[in-house]
């Protein structure tokens, strides 16, 4: 609006070009309203006439009065004219617009002028004079389909100043949709934009016909707000219904809308949540006890000393942005898992670490990979993703085998977007600013006195060094090295570190709270707590407590102690549960201290009073029926005559207090599967089994992660990460995030309150269905099976239930059906189905079933026989043919809109000379001077069906470089994939489209592949032309006919009479090679006037093509080296040759 006030202040006409339902008119009436300026408004049609533009016809008192028309009542009154719809009217009655905005002139009907000076005037009559305050706003459609008006900008668009009005940005969008419904749930509203903007986008692409526009969504929103108890999916299906009728727009619909969440096409019943299995009762397991060793020894005192920090940097590095495919997974079922996407990973690449940061209601997912080591990023609501590569970065410090693993951790405000990244074998700390883009390296005061790193040949094991991170959004970590017997920990605010040194040798550090830790001892697993000032004084040298951590089971009387089996926990919660959650899990009225843990014994175990309180700590387990396979015992490899150990890096466990849960991935081998399938059910492929320990409700759920896509190779590396193909991360207070080796995110919900609450909005979208329903009445046939058979068919289609005679029964046996047992395959009739228990399905004998079975196959061989074809040939053929599927889809939607353009001799209305016309006597007893009409050649109405088909020559290059070259830019196989495509959309269109093939190589310049009278009406006889192709380019003789090819082709498509002529080339840009000048290219193309003759360059060695494209004419060339531009280039030509005058 700022940009037409500045126009509009220069005395411009303004003219607003956009698609239907852009909000044009409420942009005017805004625009108009702010300025105070008053309008008139006329909307043009197809039946304008110069006399209905300047005068209007209206009955008084019985008769017919001509007033002035809004035109001219702005013109005297000095208002703004709008006039809408103006592409509708024929171009003739717009350009006498031109006449009045360019000489300030125009002549009524009535005999008035229009005239721009006073001063003209000199007391001549009938003399209106332009107003110096009256302006002019057009509103026009873009011309072509599907709003089918002519291109008023190419007429007319010099003398107005012109402003392109689109779509609003999506924040805009949901602005405005907010003000139309206040009470529509916002997640609705941010669906419905997304999913309009991705529709609009396939648009663009010319995947679907319709742009939908603004005005759609908010008739939607407006629907929702007047009736807030229909689902959105009914609502929704208002406005696309009418595309339901052509099966590929609507599967494209369909998948958008659940792209992003609309659950179309659901039903309220289908929720597949994971099955709930009991969890076993709680066991008080004893007491954890600090300090009272019974040598007297309370606590050992642990000095600590404090450097400064080297900081190395900083380094610029490149962060890459890439755009992420978000889906909404609650499209046609209701599950746990509630969003997933991808990020872009190399086959090579393996996942080693991932960890979440919440920051002003922004979640951010980090992944590291290693090999080679990067790091991914992403805001989880967001639309795009950053990538890091630290190839060059990390040293490699260690020769032989190097497997570095990198852990992430985010860092909190003021830092908010820093992470630090700590690779474990080398223990290099890295500091990342992904807002700045600098990378600086941290140098911790012990390092600097560490030896140099072992060789592979030396007899010690490679050092480990780990980074608990826990409070790292305290901006706050913990460094130790395994085995070692002091912790760092590092203040990055600061830029110290405390080191602590200690009397024992470290296997894992849990950090349960700020100043409270528990160490666990390398050999005997014994556990410590140790106790440090809140803040360490840079001065003086602190002194952090360490105490003995005993576990005494339970009293069994008669002094009798057990000796208990010490387990390190897997996961140790830093927080506490509130007392409520507390009071439900251990199922008494309590409020204490508590920590929250999980390890390979225990589903969970709640130790209460640790680590606050110093008396004795209460332990209460739930335990697992087995132990999980120890992590740290199995022996999986020998490595040069060393054991190395099979100890997964990742624990992939995580506590969400909020929702009373332990959260964990296993492998499908220790999670029990008879118990969550039915017997009959073969266990899906998965990543692994998401297990939710709810101590709320006491119940386990195992929920499958599929199967990741793509897995490295280097299984043996992976299997030192995580004994699962998935990683697990906190995404919320009630929610997880699990990340598979192939590169897939997905969120998953696992709090109940959280659930019940996400799926009654899921309900609420859908609404209720009163549709028709199909009924299955389960019953018991008592009958036995004998021998499949297809059954009898029934002329009448009668419903048949039971028995064994009918084809299309339903709940039978023997015959093909629905529901029943026996039978050789699935037949629907259409009937309510009668179905047989699963159970009674079981009992069908091992020959019967394999009897159907191969009758199956013989009748899915027998169609393959129809067509001639063998299994290997459909395979071939799917090569090609998958690789267009889509391509073949885009160019049957702009076949779909393609519009006549012969002229035909025929009677033109409205003329100011020739014969009388009938039908206009009356209006020339009121004064109307076009009334005749005479025989000349009619430009057809845009939209009017073809009388006679369009002719399309395709000219190949099957010469011998295209299978030469076809090794370096798979040059044949896209001309053949280009081939298929045009053969596959073209079919059934020979009302419209009547198309041949030729081919041109060294042997000749006219071979035939696809004569018009021969269409290719199968699979078969496609592969064979493919073949053919194939086959000539590998035998025939060196040389270029693509001049003579072209020539010919131009002159023999003209014989036959079609409503317009097309010639397009397919060739590689290697005309060069055989001395072909482009000029003498560029005449053939252009040389008959009739014929749209285009050239589309598939191949080229450089920049070949392009240079060869500057040389020809503007628009008749392309470039396409990708088959998947091709339906864009066809479309650009068929529209270029529907707007020219030619």
Known sequence: MEDMLKDFL????????????????????????????????????????????????????????????????????????????????????????????????????????????????????????????????????????????????????????????????????????????????????????????????????????????????????????????????????????????????????????????????????????????????????????????????????????????????????????????????????????????????????????????????????????????????????GKSGFFVDFFDIFPRTANGVWHPFVTVAPLGSPLKGQVVLHEQQSNVILLLDTTGRALHRLILPSEKFTSKKPFWWNKEEAETYKMCKEFSHKNWLVFYKEKGNSLTVLDVLEGRTHTISLPINLKTVFLVAEDKWLLVESKTNQKYLLTKPAHIESEGSGVCQLYVLKEEPPSTGFGVTQETEFSIPHKISSDQLSSEHLSSAVEQKIASPNRILSDEKNYATIVVGFPDLMSPSEVYSWKRPSSLHKRSGTDTSFYRGKKKRGTPKQSNCVTLLDTNQVVRILPPGEVPLKDIYPKDVTPPQTSGYIEVTDLQSKKLRYIPIPR????????????????????????????????????????????????????????????????????????????????????????????????????????????????????????????????????????????????????????????????????????????????????????????????????????????????????????????????????????????????????????????????????????????????????????????????????????????GLVPMNKIPKDNKQRLEILKTMHAHSQFCMSGDHTLEGTEHAIKEIVKEEADEYFVIVLSDANLSRYGIHPAKFAQILTRDPQVNAFAIFIGSLGDQATRLQRTLPAGRSFVAMDTKDIPQILQQIFTSTMLSSV
């Open 10 to 381: 220069l005395g411009e006409h303004l003219l607003l070009v956009g698609n239907q339902g852009v909000g044009k008119n409420k942009i005017v009436d805004r625009f108009l309203h702010l300025l105070n300026r008053p309008r008139e408004y006329i909307q043009l049609h197809r039946d304008t006439t110069v006399q209905t533009l300047t005068l209007q016809p209206s009955v008084k008192d019985g008769l017919i009065v001509y007033e002035d028309s809004p035109l001219v009542k702005a013109v005297k009154l000095g208002h703004i004219l709008v006039v809408d719809e103006a592409d509708k009217a024929p171009t003739n009655v717009t350009c006498i617009l031109k006449t009045l905005v360019e000489n300030g002139e125009m002549i009524l009907a009535d005999g008035r002028r229009i005239v721009a000076n006073s001063a003209n005037v000199n007391g001549r009559e009938n003399v209106v004079v332009i107003h110096p305050d009256f302006r002019m706003i057009v509103l026009a459609n873009r011309p072509g389909f599907p709003f089918l008006g002519n291109d008023f900008f190419g007429t007319l668009g010099d003398i107005f100043s012109c402003h392109a009005v689109d779509n609003p940005k999506p924040h805009s969008e949901l602005e405005m949709l907010r003000q139309y419904g206040p009470n529509v749930p916002e997640p609705i509203l941010q669906k419905l934009v997304a999913a309009f903007g991705e529709l609009r986008s396939l648009a663009d692409q010319g995947i679907i016909n319709y742009p939908y526009s603004t005005r759609e969504v908010v008739n939607i929103v407006k629907h929702l707000q007047k009736f807030p108890t229909e689902g959105l999916s009914s609502v929704v299906r208002n406005v696309f219904d009418f595309d339901s009728y052509n099966n590929d727009m609507r599967e494209i619909l369909i998948n958008t809308l659940h792209k992003y969440g609309i659950p179309i096409g659901a039903k309220p019943t289908s929720v597949q949540l994971a099955k709930e299995l009991t969890l076993p009762e709680q066991t008080f397991m004893g007491y954890w006890t600090i300090g009272q060793a019974r040598s007297g020894m309370q606590k050992l005192l642990c000095p600590v000393e404090t450097h400064h920090i080297d900081i190395k940097g900083p380094a610029l590095i490149n962060i890459q942005e890439y755009p992420i495919e978000r889906h909404e997974e609650r499209s046609l079922n209701f599950t746990e898992e509630c969003a997933s996407w991808r990020i872009p990973l190399d086959e090579i690449n393996i996942i080693c670490d991932i960890a979440t940061s919440h920051e002003n209601e922004q979640n951010t997912l980090y992944v590291v990979t290693c090999n080679p080591a990067s790091l991914y990023f992403m805001n989880m609501t």
């Open 708 to 1007: 990741s896509e793509s897995l490295s190779p280097y299984t043996t590396w992976l299997s030192t990460i995580s004994d699962t193909d998935a990683l697990l991360a906190e995404w919320d207070k009630s929610g997880v995030v699990t990340v598979d080796m192939g590169g897939h995110i997905r969120l998953w919900e696992t709090g109940l309150e959280r659930l019940q609450r996400s799926l009654m909005e899921w309900r609420n979208m859908i609404g209720q269905d009163d549709r028709n329903m199909q009924i299955t009445i389960n019953r018991d046939s008592g009958e036995d099976v004998s021998s499949p058979k297809h059954g009898k068919e029934d002329p009448d289609n009668m419903p048949h239930v039971g028995g064994n005679t009918w084809a299309g029964g339903t709940g039978g046996r023997d015959t093909a059906g629905l529901g029943g047992k026996g039978g050789p395959y699935r037949l629907d009739a259409g009937h309510t189905v009668y179905q047989v228990s699963q159970a009674e399905k079981d009992a069908v004998p091992e020959e019967v079933k394999r009897a159907a079975r191969e009758m199956g196959q013989r009748a899915f061989q027998q169609r393959l026989k129809e067509i001639q074809m063998s299994e290997y040939d459909a395979a071939t053929y799917e090569r090609f043919s998958g690789a267009v599927r889509r391509q073949v889809h885009s160019l049957r939607i702009i076949l779909d809109n393609l519009q006549a353009k012969g002229k035909e001799r025929q009677w033109l209305r409205h003329q100011a000379t020739g014969e009388l016309d009938d039908a206009k006597i009356i209006d020339g007893l009121t004064g109307e001077k076009a009334i005749y009409k005479r025989r000349g050649e009619l430009e057809p109405q845009l939209g009017s069906p073809q009388q006679k088909p369009k002719r399309l020559r395709l000219v190949v290059d099957v010469s011998g470089s295209m299978y030469r070259f076809n090794r370096m830019d798979g040059r044949l196989e896209r001309t053949m994939e280009a081939v298929c495509m045009v053969m596959e959309a073209f079919e059934n269109y020979e009302e419209k489209f009547q198309y041949d093939i030729v081919g041109h190589s060294g042997d000749g310049y006219n071979i």
